[in-house]
Structure formats: structure tokens, C-alpha cells
């Protein structure tokens, strides 16, 4: 497959529960980053990893933990959410920092 | 650090009319501006970009000017289409770091 695939698209959880979002980029991207999409609000950029380094964290909760094993691969651990958390959480990638992003389809979160 | 308005936040025009959206940044030192559009459940997806050293450019039936001084930007999208209808994003690349800050988002809607 090409581009950036998300998986699961679509995510419902408890408030106690712990998951993982996957995001795997195929275009050889030294960049990859997570934003989280809520109705009525400006996308917004949770972690930046370039070459397998955080390099931007934008006072995200704890509760939001990110996982970059290899430059391909970024992954967000999730634990403890609460209800407001429920968004559309998008993975994107770029060749470098700063460049243009490709973005991932999205996964659908509802936190019950 | 970096602040991004976006205006309208809905627009609706006829077939064949041109549409406009507007977006403004606070750092002065911002030196990218992609703008996205992002269909209904879809992911958002690059249309067009302007590097600070660029005053206009465009692509087809869409362009994009940029106003370094007065530190605006703006999409002109031509001859709309019913497929243009979509939500669109601009962002803002900050000038010291690795974050994109986005705009809320505009709603175009183009009448048949």
C-alpha cells in the first residue's frame, strides 16, 4: 500500500482502557507527526519526530504517550482518556521537517 | 508563537463564481503557508503552497497570494466547481521550529 495508512479508523474506548493507533508511512519520509481534529477547532499538532527523534511536543497530556521505532512507523499510546479526547487523530509525514505534509486517513476516536 | 485567523469560516457561492478565503499570521518569520482541502470523512490533502519569498502562484484554477508585510495570505479558487466543496485549511510552517499551525478551516460550498 502507498502513502499513509492509519490503523484502526475507527476507535471506541473506555476511559480505563489502553490502546494503540498505528500510522505507517510507504514514501521514505524522515518526518512524521501527530494532530488531533476536533469539530469546530483548528487542527492541531501534537508530536513532531524527525529521524526517529521528538522533536516538538506541544504540552500534550501524559495520558497521550508517542512511539517512533523507526522512521516508517509512529505509533500513540493511549491510556486513561477522557471523554473531551474523542477527535479525529490524523498521522502525517514529510521528507524533512517543515516540509510538505502527506496525511494519513485518520482514526476516528470516541471515548465512552 | 505562531497565531493563524482564517476567514470566512463558511462560504457558499454559485457554479461558475470565484471564491476567496482569507487567512492572516502572527510571525513575522513564518516562511511556508500550505493550504488543504479536506472532503467530507476524508483526509486533508495538499492543493496548493507559498514560500515567503513567492508573492503569488498558481495551479490551474487555483492560486494563492501571499502579503509578507501586512503577514496575509489568501486562496482564490476560480470557475468553482461542484467537487470544490470541502473544507479548507490554511497553515502557517513557524519560522523558528517544527510546528504547523493551522488555520480553523473554511466551509466552501458551490451550488450547482
Known amino acids: 500500500e502507498t502513502g499513509v495508512t492509519q490503523t484502526p479508523r475507527h476507535l471506541v474506548m473506555g476511559m480505563t482502557n489502553k490502546k494503540s493507533l498505528k500510522c505507517e508511512q510507504h514514501?521514505?519520509?524522515?518526518?512524521m507527526y501527530w494532530y488531533k481534529q476536533s469539530a469546530k477547532k483548528p487542527l492541531e499538532l501534537m508530536f513532531v519526530?524527525?529521524?526517529?527523534?521528538?522533536?516538538e511536543n506541544n504540552s500534550v497530556p501524559s495520558r497521550f504517550s508517542p512511539e517512533c521505532p523507526n522512521s516508517s512507523h509512529l505509533f500513540l499510546h493511549l491510556h486513561t482518556l477522557q471523554p473531551e479526547d474523542s477527535a479525529l487523530y490524523l498521522c502525517a509525514s514529510s521528507q524533512d521537517w517543515g516540509d510538505e505534509q502527506f496525511f494519513g486517513p485518520g482514526t476516528r476516536l470516541t471515548v465512552l | 508563537g505562531e497565531n493563524v485567523e482564517q476567514h470566512p469560516s463558511t462560504l457558499s457561492v454559485q457554479e461558475g463564481d470565484s471564491a476567496v478565503i482569507k487567512c492572516t499570521y502572527s510571525?513575522?518569520?513564518?516562511?511556508?503557508f500550505p493550504w488543504y482541502k479536506q472532503e467530507l470523512g476524508k483526509r486533508p490533502q495538499l492543493i496548493i503552497d507559498?514560500?515567503?519569498?513567492?508573492g503569488e502562484k498558481k495551479d490551474q484554477r487555483i492560486a494563492v497570494t501571499l502579503n509578507k508585510t501586512a503577514k496575509h495570505f489568501s486562496l482564490h479558487i476560480t470557475e468553482t466547481q461542484p467537487e470544490d466543496s470541502a473544507v479548507y485549511f490554511c497553515?502557517?510552517?513557524?519560522?523558528?521550529?517544527?510546528?504547523?499551525?493551522f488555520g480553523k478551516g473554511t466551509r466552501l460550498l458551490v451550488k450547482p
Open positions: 497553515a502557517a510552517r513557524e519560522g523558528q521550529g517544527f510546528s504547523f499551525i
Open positions: 510571525d513575522s518569520a513564518s516562511n511556508y
Open positions: 519526530y524527525n529521524f526517529k527523534e521528538q522533536t
Open positions: 507559498i514560500r515567503s519569498n513567492v
Open positions: 514514501l521514505g519520509h524522515n518526518a
